[in-house]
């Protein structure tokens, strides 16, 4: 049987590569039997979804490529808004008129986009050794996993399945050097900086909550607020973040909602 065409490879022919890929005809490339190939017809929008979950695998593998484009960053602005409207989110259409606290989690139907497992392209720096590089992540709990973990790294940026992410990291065992809380903290921080920085359409969602207070509901007493045992009111993030924190997910969330939010941003 005839080897498949990679991605990279079926681009090496295309003048305009990876950039192509959302150009202003559509998407240029599809998958068949045979791999990858080119096409000038537009994906339809019902093949949409499951076209990204060939696509963005690809994408993460040729992460030094696209680390090599003349724009990278705008080349995975381009990709994540594509990928966000396949994914059909009713408050991309409908907007948002609710008011008060927004309590959100990975089983949230309205504010699922706010949970970690929710897939967007991750870009993030990447330090192994000597040497630092751009790395691409499926959604902000394989980044926050592969850089908590360094040995796990690939593992967890070629999973698409954030629920199996998660339960890897809690088989997986932190250096002594690497465990430490403040440090789990400044990773999160990264990764949820970048899930909106190179997201222009959920950084608009983001900026769109305005002042709401963002609690993620979950069991964790840290990231979380124990599914509802623990009123989390604060806003702000001390440094060093305490122990006994709660909401410490929602609270990255709101000071990367207060980033956007700056005139230049």
């Known amino acids: 049987m005839a080897a498949q065409t990679t991605l990279s490879t079926a681009l090496s022919s295309f003048d305009s590569e990876y950039t192509g890929l959302f150009g202003r005809r559509g998407f240029l490339m599809h998958t068949e039997k045979k791999g990858w190939s080119i096409s000038l017809k537009k994906v339809p929008a019902k093949e949409l979804p499951e076209y990204f979950m060939r696509l963005i695998p690809q ?14 960053r705008s080349f995975v602005c381009a990709c994540n808004v594509a990928w966000t409207q396949a994914q059909k989110l009713e408050i991309l259409k409908k907007g948002d008129r609710e008011k008060g606290a927004i309590y959100f989690n990975s ?38 996993m592969g850089l908590r973990f360094p040995d796990h790294l690939d593992a967890c940026a070629r999973e698409m399945e954030p629920s199996r992410v998660k339960e890897l990291g809690s088989r997986c065992i932190e250096r002594e050097e690497d465990a430490s809380l403040d440090r789990r903290v400044v990773i999160m921080t990264l990764v ?40 989390c009111e604060e806003t702000d993030l001390p440094t060093p973040v305490p122990l006994d924190a709660s909401n410490v997910l929602g609270r990255i969330l709101m000071q990367a909602r207060a980033a956007l939010l700056l005139p230049s941003s």
């Not at 993460?60 to 680390?67: H, M, P, T």
């Not at 990447?126 to 499926?138: A, I, K, N, Q, S």
């Not at 305005?210 to 509901?217: C, H, P, S, Y």
Request: a positive charge; proline letters at 5%; hydrophobic letters at 40%.
């Open 59 to 72: 994408l993460i593998c040729d992460y030094a490529q696209i680390n090599a484009l003349t724009a990278p």
């Open 192 to 231: 949820i900086t970048s899930k909106y920085a190179h997201n222009p359409a959920l950084g608009a969602l983001l900026k769109g909550t305005e002042e709401r207070l963002l609690v993620e509901e979950s069991s964790s007493p840290f990231w979380g607020n124990s599914k509802g045992r623990i009123k």
């Open 107 to 144: 089983k949230s139907e309205k504010y699922f986009w706010l949970s970690n497992f929710f897939h967007t392209l991750i870009y993030v720096p990447v330090t192994m050794g000597d040497r630092t590089e751009m790395r691409l992540f499926p959604h902000a709990e394989s980044a926050y």
